[in-house]
């Protein structure tokens, strides 16, 4: 894991700010949804991609709900 040597600090509402080199580095905007993952003592931030939360596909998605589904796993669900 690479080291930027940018610092932030998190606010009284839990908030970081992250440093406009790393935005502009990762393309990252206002409203981009980005995941949380652990490891050990770490935190990991990592850009959203929805995938078919049946056959975990990331391509031809549909949105129902909250959840994205593939266009070949509606095809399949249609057939039932």
Same mark, same amino acid.
């Given at each position: 894991?690479?080291? !930027?040597?940018?610092?932030?600090?998190?606010?009284?509402?839990?908030?970081? =700010?992250?440093?406009?080199? =790393?935005?502009? $580095? %990762?393309?990252?905007?206002?409203?981009?949804?980005? #995941?949380?993952?652990?490891?050990? #003592?770490?935190?990991? =931030?990592?850009?959203?991609?929805?995938?078919?939360? %049946?056959? !975990?596909?990331?391509?031809?998605?549909? #949105? %129902?709900?909250?959840?994205?589904?593939? $266009? &070949?796993?509606? #095809?399949?669900?249609? &057939?039932?």
């Amino acid at each position: 894991m690479k080291k !930027s040597g940018d610092l932030c600090t998190i606010d009284k509402l839990g908030r970081i =700010l992250i440093p406009v080199k =790393l935005r502009r $580095k %990762f393309d990252l905007n206002p409203d981009d949804v980005l #995941e949380l993952y652990t490891d050990e #003592e770490r935190i990991i =931030l990592q850009r959203y991609i929805p995938y078919c939360v %049946f056959c !975990s596909n990331q391509d031809d998605l549909t #949105e %129902f709900g909250k959840k994205y589904v593939c $266009k &070949n796993c509606i #095809e399949k669900l249609t &057939n039932i």
